[in-house]
T-cell receptor, first 111, second 115 residues
Framework: DAKTTQPPSMDCAEGRAANLPCNHSTISGNEYVYWYRQIHSQGPQYIIHGLKNNETNEMASLIITEDRKSSTLILPHATLRDTAVYYCIDGPMDSSYKLIFGSGTRLLVRP | NAGVMQNPRHLVRRRGQEARLRCSPMKGHSHVYWYRQLPEEGLKFMVYLQKENIIDESGMPKERFSAEFPKEGPSILRIQQVVRGDSAAYFC?????????????FGPGTRLTVT
């Protein structure tokens, strides 16, 4: 079962920032936080990951709280193409690097 | 650098037939994962393979399903004697053998329909 909890759905206006929260209540000290998204009918797409520090790449920013119990994925200027289901995952850190997907957050970007 | 390739993209099989799904990982990637997404459900891990080895098959149904990743060629997910409940999207992902194993790159999926 998934270890993270996310709101089932969110929406935002095109051009505005989308802030997607995630709770990692059972995360261990050496487990990374990963974010993926799945645009309708496509394969999941890796977005970003982090351990303790905030991270930024060309797609998004990741904010991780100091206690690491929650994170926020930020899409700074959402476009219609960002409409997707977003998944946050924290790694199980065993010998099998399988991703355990929860239900995710369905983000709808409105024109 | 080509991404993860899967074929066929769509596969229709009658009940009792065999389905073979192929996955070519990204160049330089030696870890392959298979996930299944049933209609209106989330993605579920099936199996994790490295070249010629099955590392974790804890998500694979015990019967009718098998996977391989030979030294040469693509990874194959094989479903024998398909049933209607096998209808789903099957996604393959790959990652390099170092650094960030959870940074997995997914293919476009194979949509299996069992009639």
């Amino acid at each position: 079962d998934a270890k993270t909890t996310q709101p089932p759905s969110m929406d935002c206006a095109e051009g505005r920032a989308a802030n997607l929260p995630c709770n990692h209540s059972t995360i261990s000290g050496n487990e990374y936080v990963y974010w993926y998204r799945q645009i309708h009918s496509q394969g999941p797409q890796y977005i970003i990951h982090g351990l303790k520090n905030n991270e930024t790449n060309e797609m998004a920013s990741l904010i991780i709280t100091e206690d690491r119990k929650s994170s926020t994925l930020i899409l700074p200027h959402a476009t219609l193409r960002d409409t997707a289901v977003y998944y946050c995952i924290d790694g199980p850190m065993d010998s099998s690097y399988k991703l355990i997907f929860g239900s995710g957050t369905r983000l709808l970007v409105r024109p | 650098n080509a991404g993860v390739m899967q074929n066929p993209r769509h596969l229709v099989r009658r009940r009792g037939q065999e389905a073979r799904l192929r996955c070519s990982p990204m160049k330089g990637h030696s870890h392959v994962y298979w996930y299944r997404q049933l209609p209106e459900e989330g993605l579920k891990f099936m199996v994790y393979l490295q070249k010629e080895n099955i590392i974790d098959e804890s998500g694979m149904p015990k019967e009718r399903f098998s996977a391989e990743f030979p030294k040469e060629g693509p990874s194959i997910l094989r479903i024998q004697q398909v049933v209607r409940g096998d209808s789903a999207a099957y996604f393959c992902a790959s990652s390099p053998s170092w650094d960030s194993p959870y940074e997995q790159y997914f293919g476009p999926g194979t949509r299996l329909t069992v009639t």
